[in-house]
C-alpha cells in the first residue's frame, strides 16, 4: 500500500481468509479493505418491509394485521426495484450477504458466512475481478430510505459489460467511500474508461 492509499486495513479475520484465497490460486497481493456489502436496494427492502410489519401489528394488534403491512410494503419495494436504472448494464449477482475485497491487484465479492449478529466470515468467492477489467466506478450516493437506515450505493462496470451495484450499509459507509476512493485511484482517470 503506498504513503497517498485511501484504503482501510481489513480486519484481520476477514483478511486471513482472503490471503488465503490469493494463496491457494498463487497470488501475492496485499489486502487493503474487506467490508460488508449488499445487493443495491437490499437494506431499504428489508427495512421497509419490517417497518410495514411493525405498523400493521401496530394497527391491528393481530399478526394477520403485521402481514397486510408486510404486503403493503412488498408492493412498495417492487416499485422501486422496477424504477431503478438499470441501462448500464446488467446485473452481477450478489448475495445477500457479501463482503466486498480490494486487493493490490483484484476486486472480489464473498458470500458471508454469519456466525451471530456481528460476526461474520467470508465463506467462498463468488467474483474475482482483476483491476484491469473495472472500467469504471460511479459516484457513491448516499441513500435514505424510510426512517433512519441510510446506505452508500455504487456501480462499478466491469469488462464484460455487467455492472456490480451494490451497496455499503450505514455503519461502514465511511470506509466504503474510501474503499471506493482507493479503487478509482487504482484504476485510473476515469474519462479514459467507458462508461
Known amino acids: 500500500m503506498t504513503e497517498s492509499s485511501l484504503a482501510i486495513p481489513a480486519k484481520e479475520y476477514y483478511a486471513k481468509r482472503v490471503r488465503h484465497y490469493l494463496a491457494v490460486r498463487g497470488l501475492d497481493e ?10 443495491a436496494g437490499l437494506a431499504k427492502a428489508r427495512q421497509t418491509r419490517d417497518i410495514g410489519g411493525v405498523v400493521g401489528e401496530a394497527s391491528g394488534g393481530t399478526p394477520q394485521s403485521a402481514g397486510a403491512g408486510r404486503g403493503i410494503a412488498t408492493g412498495i419495494n417492487a416499485r422501486r426495484d422496477a424504477a431503478v436504472d438499470r441501462g448500464a448494464g446488467p446485473d452481477l449477482p450478489v ?17 458471508v458466512f454469519q456466525l451471530g449478529l456481528f460476526n461474520a466470515r467470508p465463506k467462498s468467492s463468488k467474483w474475482d475481478i ?21 446506505v452508500l450505493r455504487v456501480e462499478i462496470g466491469v469488462s464484460s459489460g455487467h455492472v456490480l451495484r451494490v451497496e455499503f450499509p450505514q455503519v461502514v459507509a465511511e470506509k466504503g467511500a474510501s474503499l471506493i476512493a482507493e479503487l478509482a485511484r487504482r484504476i485510473g482517470p476515469l474519462d479514459s474508461k467507458a462508461r
Open 30 to 39: 496485499e489486502v487493503l479493505a474487506a467490508l460488508p456489502i449488499s445487493p
Open 95 to 111: 448475495p445477500k450477504s457479501s463482503m466486498l475485497v480490494l486487493t493490490t491487484g483484484r476486486l472480489l465479492v464473498f458470500s
Open 130 to 150: 482483476p483491476l484491469a477489467d473495472v472500467l469504471w466506478v460511479s459516484q457513491p450516493s448516499r441513500d435514505s430510505g424510510i426512517g433512519l437506515v441510510k
